[in-house]
């Protein structure tokens, strides 16, 4: 993290890894590591950091939220797979997102306005209406769509998201 010093000098404040990270036993490897927020917009260029207090998937009313998430590879069982995603909503944000039940068990809904980077790996994002494979350099834009994510892969992926508060008309 950079900051302004005392002489108005750039400056790197902060360097190593987030004091936040959220895993969960019933899906060994996932791992959230939260990396910023902000709380209003337009946000404060000064603000502290305060992601250690943020609780749930969505951004705070009118801020925005960095994360990371490792997806390891699903698991073969299907029973296996919707009760591990069903422990790690609840574990890592506190069932936040708004979950029908219907069709895949990774599916949910979120007002926000969602970037997605894909880093390492491969995922699939899932929509209502079909999916997409996406490989590293890959951008999603999610814009408040019911959706979800698979790792049908044999390696770990990892995807940054940015998500920013929205609302609907």
Do not use: C
Request: proline share 8%.
């Amino acid at each position: 993290m950079t900051a302004i010093d005392a002489e108005g000098r750039s400056t790197f404040q902060s360097v190593g890894p987030s004091p936040t990270t959220r895993t969960s036993d019933a899906r060994p490897g996932y791992l959230v590591t939260e990396i910023w927020r902000t709380t209003e917009t337009p946000a404060r260029i000064e603000a502290p950091d305060t992601i250690a207090e943020h609780v749930g998937i969505r951004p705070p009313s009118g801020g925005s939220v960095l994360r990371i998430i490792d997806f390891p590879p699903d698991p073969t069982d299907p029973e296996e797979f919707a009760r591990g995603v069903q422990a790690t909503f609840a574990r890592t944000f506190g069932n936040d997102a708004h979950r029908d039940g219907k069709g895949d068990p990774a599916m949910h809904t979120t007002d926000s306005i969602d970037y997605a980077i894909l880093l390492a790996g491969e995922l699939v994002a899932l929509m209502d209406d079909g999916e997409h494979v996406m490989r590293p350099g890959d951008v999603l834009i999610q814009r408040g769509t019911r959706h979800g994510w698979r790792n049908r892969s044999k390696e770990m992926a990892r995807i940054a998201f940015v998500l920013i508060d929205g609302h609907r008309e």
